[in-house]
């Protein structure tokens, strides 16, 4: 179950009535790592295998799926077993639709291994992926898509956080065969050092949103690499580091 029906008391005008609203539901998914505990998610509850994936290839704990070991879902409860890492005690954390992952501000040297260059157009024209059903009855979630140099849209996922719905999209693109070096990632979230990180450590060449960027989300897309573009709409695009990446300079 994704939302669930609540009765509000409505006031408008001196009047009062009851109305009833779709909510977003959220749940907590614990993720053990080498039966450690490391993080406790809270998270739309679908997609957690991809969520789980894209979490430990975004922050940073693996390279791809291949160096998983063990994983299994247990409820909401997610264990992974992977080759030991002496950075695995510093990742206990309480992960919710504001924050960012404990690693943002050390000095890791990320670059973007891609090419891939693309048209302004394909970026602006994207916008209509964000939609879902699950937004307009609640306005409580997040969007991520994964979109191809032709501008098509090979991965979506929505959770409550914008940080679950990155992790989910890439999550589904490693478990799937796709060359994110050759897509861009499109959020509805504001992009934060943790937001671009996680594409830098992914591969994902370009982020791009529809609001606005935060300093340390323009200071890591200049270090890492990464094309920032923001406040995209159906005829603007702001773009904030490496606009190399595009076709065209704006």
């Not at 909401?76 to 030991?84: E, G, H, L, P």
């Not at 098509?152 to 796709?178: M, P, S, T, W």
């Not at 005829?235 to 065209?248: N, Q």
């Amino acid at each position: 179950m994704y939302t669930i029906n609540y009765s509000a008391l409505e006031f408008n005008g001196g009047l009062s009535h009851k109305k009833t609203y779709t909510v977003a539901v959220e749940n907590t998914i614990d993720l053990y790592i080498n039966k450690t505990p490391i993080a406790s998610i809270l998270s739309t509850p679908e997609m957690l295998k991809e969520l789980a994936i894209g979490y430990l290839i975004c922050e940073g704990l693996v390279k791809s799926p291949d160096s998983i070991r063990d994983f299994k879902i247990d409820g909401n409860r997610i264990y992974a077993m992977i080759d030991q890492s002496e950075h695995l005690e510093l990742w206990r954390e309480l992960r919710s639709s504001g924050c960012v992952g404990v690693r943002w501000e050390e000095n890791e040297n990320i670059s973007i291994d891609s090419g891939t260059r693309f048209s302004a157009n394909s970026i602006e024209e994207s916008l209509g992926f964000l939609e879902s059903d699950i937004y307009r009855e609640t306005h409580g979630t997040h969007a991520a898509c994964l979109i191809n140099v032709s501008g098509e849209c090979v991965a979506k996922a929505i959770d409550v956080g914008r940080h679950n719905a990155f992790d989910k999209v890439v999550g589904y693109a490693y478990l799937n065969g796709i060359d994110v070096r050759e897509h861009f990632i499109l959020s509805t979230g504001r992009q934060s050092a943790g937001m671009v990180l996680k594409a830098a450590r992914a591969g994902i060449p370009l982020v791009a949103t529809k609001t606005a960027p935060l300093n340390s989300g323009i200071d890591a897309a200049q270090r890492c690499g990464v094309c920032l573009v923001c406040f995209v709409s159906n005829d603007r695009i702001s773009v904030f580091s490496h606009p190399e990446r595009l076709l065209c300079r704006l």
